[in-house]
């Protein structure tokens, strides 16, 4: 029932590692650092995933709520994550279509410069 | 075996119906004082009169306020206070530590002469007074133990106040959030069902409804991310401005982004969403049309078999806006039936942690239980604890359910 957050910059991007639940209970936290990243400028960002065990509706917000505001500066916000549990809450909400999704952070930084 | 057994102390006589045994039982529950009195001998006084008592106490004594706060905080007794201390004094001071210990019951000790100082200490929230010099032993203990016992029913008296306003709430947003459906002309049959879960007091924002309008069926089910009054108050509004849309005659392709337009001007934070599933049943062309945002697909039921409707959904309503697109057109031939759900269904675990139903588990679970010879009346119901059982207790989540059948239901 733990979150642990950490995060640290690659080339331009910002990346942010989350550990464990991001539930009701502990997407206050991550909702806080990515605000507090943006807000510091920094507007790409890449979410690694590979070590969340759950993710509930609140945390889908709090990560859909970070796209939103990367979007206002012309950022992005990647998810890295192979783990078939958190794929399948992304395909079945829809939100494969909003978010693009990596296997590893080199990836999403390589896909994003690539556009 | 009589009525009469000397030896009333074995646990299996501590039943309710046992009056002797129940008095008794609370007779020796030790009180917890917390003595906070700066003369050593009035707190002697104290003591010795409390020990000649049969009211079993454990005191604990500190001569200044300063060294009471750290026994304040959760502390469950009854606090005897003197008004006069070094460090501080009269209201000021007996505010200070009912604010501190919220659920203990305070008497305060005043002098002689001071006597009006108690009467305005139990107008500001003390159980009682008592002054010095004129107590005895049997006084002292009675003070005590009846404000123990008052403290103790007025907390729960505040307790049951607190549930039956949350019950009531809770009444008002189900049945926001639940509606009678509006079928009176419909060849359609229907079956709702909910189900609360365990986590928490209040209801979350699951919402269904059905509405008939020019030959045509339309039915929501859905869910408002989050938990909590604001997401419950949200589930509302999107229920009653769907069926409003549905009453005033909007075009069913309109229908979602108009609401959608309606759930990001009523929400209270930006990052609020709801995923929903709206089907239009066409009995005519025995068709269903079926939109998922972001929501799990309903279950097609059509002579004993159980279909998983592959509809690939989009986004959930409120997260990034876009034209309508994807429509998943469906057989709905006469005498089948379609099962609506939210997710909390499907998010039960399947055997334990981490594995989850997911919609083919649900699948599974409705085949087994048409196989026993369930009738659809009886579906949801044995649906929901079947799922239970996968998940090994109460679900975490709220289940609502929502039956559409075409002809009568078996």
Same mark, same amino acid.
């Given at each position: 029932m733990d979150l642990k957050l950490d995060h640290y910059t690659e080339d331009d991007t910002e990346i942010v590692v989350v550990e464990g639940e991001i539930d009701v209970y502990t997407a206050p936290r991550l909702r806080e650092l990515l605000i507090d990243l943006v807000n510091k400028g920094n507007v790409h960002l890449v979410v690694n995933m590979e070590k969340v065990e759950f993710l509930d509706s609140t945390g889908l917000g709090v990560l859909v709520g970070g796209l939103k505001r990367v979007r206002a500066h012309d950022g992005t916000l990647d998810l890295v994550c192979t783990q078939e549990r958190i794929l399948k809450i992304f395909r079945i909400t829809g939100l494969t279509k909003?978010?693009?999704i990596? =296997?590893?952070?080199? =990836?999403?930084?390589d896909k994003r410069k690539s556009k | 075996m009589t009525a009469t057994d000397p030896e009333n102390t074995g646990p299996r006589k501590a039943g309710p119906?046992?009056?002797? #045994?129940? !008095?008794?039982?609370v007779s020796v529950e030790p009180a917890d004082i917390l003595l906070i009195e700066d003369d050593a001998q009035d707190a002697f006084l104290v003591e010795e009169l409390l020990a000649d008592t049969p009211l079993d106490s454990r005191i604990t004594w500190v001569p200044t306020l300063g060294d009471a706060r750290k026994h304040l905080t959760g502390f469950r007794g009854c606090v005897l206070l003197d008004l006069n201390l070094p460090d501080a004094s009269g209201l000021g001071l007996l505010r200070e530590v009912l604010t501190a210990v919220e659920s203990a019951a305070v008497v305060v000790l005043t002098g002689l002469h001071d006597e009006h100082e108690g009467i305005a200490a139990v107008a500001a929230g003390a159980q009682d007074y008592l002054v010095k010099g004129q107590v005895d032993g049997s006084l002292l203990a009675r003070s005590l133990r009846y404000s123990i016992e008052r403290q103790r029913a007025d907390e729960n008296a505040r307790q049951l106040r607190e549930a039956e306003m949350y019950a009531r709430e809770n009444m008002r947003l189900e049945r926001g959030l639940l509606p009678q459906v509006l079928l009176?002309? !419909?060849?359609? !049959? %229907?079956?709702s069902f909910y189900r609360p879960g365990r986590k928490r007091a209040i209801v979350g924002g699951d919402f269904f409804d059905a509405v008939q309008k020019d030959g045509t069926t339309h039915i929501v089910i859905g869910d408002v991310s989050g938990h909590g009054p604001d997401e419950a108050a949200l589930g509302v509004s999107l229920r009653i401005a769907w069926r409003a849309l549905v009453m005033g005659g909007v075009a069913e392709e309109r229908l979602l982004p108009a609401l959608e337009e309606i759930l990001i001007s009523e929400r209270a934070q930006e990052e609020m969403y709801a995923t929903l599933c709206q089907t239009s049943l066409d009995v005519e062309r025995e068709q269903a049309r079926i939109r998922l945002?972001? %929501?799990p697909p309903p279950l097609l039921i059509t002579s004993g078999e159980v279909k998983e409707i592959l509809a690939v959904p989009r986004p959930p309503l409120g997260v990034f806006p876009e034209d309508e697109s994807d429509v998943e057109e469906v057989a709905f031939p006469r005498g089948s039936t379609l099962l609506f759900y939210t997710d909390g269904l499907v998010d039960a675990f399947d055997g334990g942690p981490p594995d989850r139903l997911e919609v083919h588990g649900l699948r599974r679970i409705l085949i087994d239980v048409l196989d026993r010879g369930t009738s659809l009346t009886d579906l949801p119901g044995q649906v929901v604890d079947e #799922?239970?059982? %996968?998940?090994g207790g109460p679900l975490q989540d709220?289940? #609502?359910?929502?039956?559409m059948t075409y002809g009568e239901q078996a």
């Open positions: 909003v978010f693009g990596y =296997e590893s952070v080199q =990836e999403a930084i | 119906a046992d009056g002797a #045994a129940v !008095s008794a039982h009176d002309s !419909s060849p359609l !049959s %229907h079956l945002l972001g %929501h #799922a239970e059982r %996968h998940n709220d289940v #609502a359910m929502l039956l």
